[in-house]
């Protein structure tokens, strides 16, 4: 099992950035690759980066790559979004979750927390 808690949302404006956490409890956290994901009201969770179990293979949705990072501190079973240049349309619900592989497909991942609000405004 794994829990994970997501931390680092708030509201910015336009043009700014935000950096959320994802703190993961238990001994197996380097065993997991991890993603972020994000659901914005009326439609459905899509895929905004992963990342690998020693911090390799990262990738990302293309409308994030250039602004948004995704790195993780397994000494301290944390994986972190860093996000920058934040545009309205940012504006979510971001949830980090767990799996065997960096994938993009949220049905493949086997943990996830409970998201943390983001807003951008114009």
């Known amino acids: 099992q794994v829990q994970l808690v997501e931390s680092g949302g708030g509201l910015v404006q336009s043009g700014g950035s935000l950096r959320l956490s994802c703190a993961a409890s238990g001994r197996t956290f380097s065993s997991y690759a991890m993603g972020w994901f994000r659901q914005a009201p009326g439609k459905e969770r899509e895929f905004v980066a992963a990342?690998?179990?020693?911090?390799?293979?990262?990738y990302y949705a293309d409308f994030v790559k250039g602004r948004f990072t995704i790195s993780r501190d397994n000494a301290k079973n944390t994986v972190y979004l860093q996000m920058n240049s934040l545009k309205p349309e940012d504006t979510a619900i971001y949830y980090c979750?767990?799996?065997?592989?960096?994938?993009?497909?949220?049905?493949?991942?086997?943990?996830w927390g409970q998201g943390t609000q983001v807003t951008i405004s114009s």
């Open positions: 979750a767990a799996a065997r592989r960096p994938l993009s497909n949220p049905g493949l991942y086997n943990y």
């Open positions: 990342i690998g179990l020693n911090g390799d293979m990262p």
